[in-house]
């Protein structure tokens, strides 16, 4: 499968999966699937599968890296050596170093990190299979383990990408679009405060281009917001509303 | 980690946006005087140094030959590191490079592989076997604030300035000749970086302004005005309508600069 | 100026609650004139102060909650302890000795040591120290008896029951004496093992179904079965 394939668009205006322009993948999400973590969240985004897991408020260890007067969120985005076409080296590459950065800066908006001074929140990120928008993915599990853990947040942040491929702007890139297409911009966003807390691009695109991407990721992000509620809700479902105990 | 700056500080910067001003005098969307000059490392193929205001950043250039990425076995290979030098800032410390290098090489990278500022393929010497491999070192030596775009801007500088070594193919082996050629560019990418404080957006952000932004917003452009890389950073966020206004008021720096540095 | 959800609605994270005149109350947040909820919980109204009952959250120390915890670590002066919070809790020598702490002659480790239980009072914390806890009062104390069990701390009201009726069942079926921690931390003693394994079956389902209605006479019906079930094997 190493031929770049010639048109990622055909004439009925279907993609190489059988996708519209505008068309996301299928998501699918669970939450709360790790007994060990505070919290945890799984997720299938087309074929991507990606593992969640925040372990806190707690202790930081070392202690220096503490702040006196707030949380510290650290986050670790990791690909398994499996997860893609060519084994990947276990050791983190340049590559996962940055993206545990922006990941993390897309998620800190998010916590409420100045209830829980001196303490640290780790959020760990496994990519068990890649195929594209594996940072989108990923940000969407890591905001519900960090719900899950029962960290307060203003608000859940969700992420998806758009790009171009063959001259026309569409939504949520796989693997094969992402790499022969002519731009990819990621987006993670929290949809009740209309924040954008993450954005990238590479390739090349008309500034008219770029804000069409733009909006329709955050139209993708909507979306998938909505799952990613009910995943959370799912959780914790009441069976019935009653509840015996008076508020005491 | 960053050294500790005044609560009295961070409100003296806040009102100051809040009035259009900034400490040094500058207007919210004006760059620091800005130097450069080429050639100055003689043993690098290609060398540059940026001063941005009191942040400087020297780009050194190295061309070797080596083999091709199997994906593109036509295209030389540009990879592109940077070194957060200890004597620049008491908060750098040695070792590896860690996210902060890693994060700013790789925006630096980027800008100048999606613009397509070195013509890779003219650096192919045997198809498959064997190219040129452009190292471009990003080595920041004083910190005073916007590394992404002294840094940048170096880098463009220095590959301008860089020369590949001739060579001829004797009995299918590479043998280095006498003289030089120019790198084979088709591109200079401009990049800017915007700060955001309190919902204002400045530009070429310094020192203490970066401790007080919440977040920052860079994209690179080329001649065209087209974008070719984008990278939000720091713990704040931005709205739809602030990055519009953004890209908008970067793309006007972009052409400023481009004019000023007459790529 | 209205509220966006119905009575006990189960809310999510930046999920809008109310816009206007609204106090935001627990688990939730105000932005704007609006409230939003900060946790997932079930979401409630009452004299205009919006509050969210959290379904996960984690214990944060307050002065005045009895807690039991284990300690960690035999320290100079006093222990480290763990109270299942984002904070671990000292436990000064003065609290515990009756007399003077003199660091040369005393053995701390000789009165509490790494694995042992207390039951104790949070006597101080605020942002910038770790609780400090006490064990000066009756009641509280090294535990040298029975078995703990945790469970979320906003579990701990469903436990106790409507005026105590779920921990006095509980009390009754099994003999058990059980001590609540308000940090999700339960001791249960009892005359044997077994009836220590049955009062902590009972709590560990209160836990997984504490959302549900009827709650009470499920677990007292389960005890009874149980309690039937050790009685045939007996007699076998």
């Known amino acids: 499968m190493n031929e ?62 503490s702040q006196p007067d707030r949380m510290v969120l650290r986050c670790r985005y990791h690909m398994a050596p499996f997860s893609v076409g060519e084994r990947k080296s276990p050791a983190p590459s340049r590559r996962e170093i940055e993206l545990s950065k922006v990941i993390r800066e897309s998620l800190e908006p998010s916590v409420f990190l100045e209830y829980y001074p001196r303490t640290g929140v780790d959020v760990f990120i496994e990519v068990l299979q890649a195929d594209g928008g594996t940072r989108c993915a990923s940000i969407t599990a890591a905001a519900l383990a960090l719900a899950d853990a029962g960290i307060p947040m203003r608000d859940l942040v969700v992420a998806c990408a758009a790009g171009k491929i063959d001259d026309t702007v569409v939504l949520d890139l796989f693997d094969t679009e992402d790499k022969v297409g002519c731009a990819d911009v990621p987006v993670a966003f929290m949809p009740n405060l209309n924040a954008v807390t993450l954005l990238q691009m590479d390739g090349i695109l008309k500034p008219a281009e770029f804000e069409k991407a733009v909006n329709m990721a955050i139209e993708g992000c909507k979306k998938i917001y909505e799952i990613q509620k009910e995943a959370l809700k799912t959780k914790y479902m009441l069976i019935q509303a009653e509840e015996e105990v008076e508020e005491e | 980690m960053s050294s500790l700056i005044t609560r009295v500080r961070i409100r003296q910067i806040e009102q100051l946006v809040e009035k259009g001003k900034r400490l040094d005098a500058r207007g919210l969307v004006d760059y620091r005087e800005i130097k450069v000059e080429q050639g100055v490392i003689e043993k690098a193929e290609g060398s540059a140094r940026v001063l941005l205001g009191k942040t400087e950043v020297l780009v050194g250039v190295k061309v070797e030959t080596g083999t091709p990425f199997s994906d593109t076995p036509n295209n030389g290979v540009l990879t592109v590191n940077a070194e957060l030098v200890p004597l620049a800032s008491p908060n750098f410390e040695p070792g590896p490079p860690d996210e902060n290098s890693i994060e700013l090489a790789r925006i630096v990278d980027r800008g100048i592989r999606e613009s397509q500022a070195i013509d890779t393929e003219k650096l192919c010497i045997e198809a498959g076997k064997k190219v040129f491999v452009v190292f471009v070192d990003v080595y920041v030596l004083n910190h005073d604030g916007n590394l992404i775009d002294a840094s940048a801007l170096a880098a463009v500088a220095a590959l301008m300035n860089t020369k590949m070594p001739n060579y001829e193919i004797k009995d299918g082996e590479v043998v280095i000749k006498q003289g030089y050629t120019q790198l084979p560019m088709k591109s200079h990418p401009i990049t800017v970086t915007l700060g955001k404080i309190n919902n204002k957006l400045i530009v070429d952000p310094w020192l203490e302004e970066e401790q007080v932004m919440d977040s920052r917003l860079t994209m690179a452009f080329n001649e065209e005005g087209n974008i070719c890389a984008t990278q939000k950073g720091g713990s704040g966020y931005f709205t739809q309508q602030q990055i519009s206004e953004g890209m908008k008021l970067a793309q006007e720096k972009a052409a400023e600069l481009r004019k000023k540095m007459k790529w | ?189 009892g005359k044997s093992p077994d009836d220590e394994d049955l009062a902590m079956a009972a709590i560990q389902k209160i836990e997984s179904e504490s959302h549900t209605s009827g709650l009470t006479d499920r677990v007292t019906q389960f005890l009874k079965e149980e309690k039937a079930k050790v009685e045939e094997n007996k007699n076998e």
Request: proline share 6%; hydrophobic share 35%; charged share 25%.
């Open chain 1, 4 to 65: 770049k394939p010639e048109k990622l668009i055909d004439k009925k205006g279907l993609r190489l999966d059988g996708r519209k322009v505008d068309e996301l993948r299928p998501v699918k999400i669970e939450v709360g699937i790790l007994s060990n973590a505070d919290g945890s969240a799984y997720i299938e985004h087309g074929k991507n599968k990606i593992l969640a897991a925040a372990f806190g408020p707690r202790e930081m260890h070392p202690k220096h890296l």
């Open chain 3, 1 to 189: 100026m209205p509220t966006y959800f119905e009575k006990k609605q189960l809310v999510t994270p930046g999920e809008l609650l109310a816009e206007g005149e609204y106090m935001a109350g627990s688990n939730t947040y105000a932005e704007n004139k609006k409230v939003y909820a900060s946790r997932i919980g079930l979401a409630n109204c009452d004299n205009k102060r919006v509050d969210v009952v959290a379904l996960r959250s984690f214990y944060f120390p307050k002065v005045g909650d009895m807690v039991i915890g284990t300690v960690i670590e035999v320290g100079f002066s006093g222990w480290t302890v763990d109270i299942k919070a984002p904070y671990t809790a000292l436990l000064r020598a003065s609290d515990v000795l009756s007399r003077p702490f003199k660091p040369q002659n005393d053995e701390l480790s000789q009165v509490l040591s790494g694995g042992d239980l207390i039951v104790a009072k949070i006597a101080s914390y605020d942002r910038t120290h770790d609780p400090q806890l006490t064990v000066g009062e009756p009641g509280l104390g090294k535990i040298t008896r029975g078995q703990i069990t945790k469970v979320t701390p906003s579990k701990i009201p469903r436990v106790i029951g409507r005026k105590g009726s779920m921990i006095s069942m509980i009390k009754q079926e099994t003999g058990c004496q059980i001590i609540l921690g308000l940090n999700g931390v339960i001791l249960v003693t």
